[in-house]
């Protein structure tokens, strides 16, 4: 999954295949979902020693921004039910294109999801309530209270892609497996998950050792390997092609010597769309190159 990222609406997020030299050659899904940074209380001022915000201006802003967006959504649906009453009867007058406007029509009905970037659970519970006014289609990315708004998401089928694994707790009292085992804490209230990086770099390497923590702490090692298989491509709607070896399926396959969730093991073979590829890198080429290097 490709997400932009940066202002309230970062723009649409992509299900894409790590194959070909394109965007489009590597595309499984174009156009998957909205990624919204939903509007939260924060007192940051954004700038190096400036003091922080005032909460009451705080919460003033973040109701400003959450209402803009609301706005948008609903200047859509109206844009939308616009273009349909021109399409069965052109003797109306015919609405001006917004093309902004109609990005977001998708989203509007319920065609498309809406991912929600929100971690705390006051905005995880804020989030879902907007998504049911509104009448979108919600999936939670990042979720690191999500277990303890499980309750409302089990009840609104409303999936979770976890990108905090390995972040620290963000209180001060909280247990120091407080994140460890929150994908644990979602399988166990029947909330459709799945453990993402949230890293679109080098750390997204990281993704089976994530899933392996989450294993230590509550999770079973097989809905651990499926948290990084199945469970995305379910929550992704490209089941149908990924996250499992099977007849029909795009042939995405790693051989190991081991537990492909466990740091030592290592990766023998790597096959995309059946395509065998070479397992090198920068760091084995330097490791080639140096490995003979005496230290002094």
Known sequence: LSMPSGGVI???????????????????????????????VSTFSGGFRQPPIEFGEAVKRRDKR????????????????????YAADNK???????????ALVPYTRGEKP?????????????????ADELKLKAIIVGGNDAAKA??????????????????????DDDYYDTLFAVAGKLQQAGVKYCVATGDNGANSRDLPYQAG?????GLSKEDA???????????????????????????????????ILEPTTHV???????????????????YEQFKDRKIN
């Open 268 to 286: 023998l073979h790597l096959f995309i769309n059946g395509r065998k590829l070479p397992l090198t890198s920068r760091h084995t080429e330097l």
């Open 225 to 259: 390997l499926k948290a990084v298989t199945l469970y995305p491509a379910q929550i992704l709607g490209v089941s149908d092609k990924l996250g499992s070896i099977e007849t029909g399926k795009i042939a995405n396959i790693v051989v190991t010597d081991g537990d």
């Open 114 to 130: 809406v991912m929600f970037a929100v971690d705390r659970e006051t905005d995880i519970r804020n989030a879902v309530k907007f």
């Open 213 to 217: 923590m989450s294993a230590a702490y």
């Open 66 to 85: 959450l209402e803009d967006l609301r706005k948008m959504f609903k200047d859509a649906e109206a844009y939308a039910k616009a273009q349909d009453a």
């Open 10 to 40: 970062s723009g649409q997020a992509a299900v894409i295949n790590l194959v070909g030299s394109t965007p489009d050659e590597m595309a499984i899904t174009p156009v998957f979902g909205l990624v919204v940074n939903f509007p939260r």
């Open 92 to 102: 109306l007058p015919r609405p001006s294109v917004n093309l902004k406007l109609a």
């Open 150 to 171: 499980a309750d409302l998401l089990k009840q609104k089928n409303i999936p979770v892609i976890l990108t905090g694994v390995w972040s620290l707790p963000a209180r």
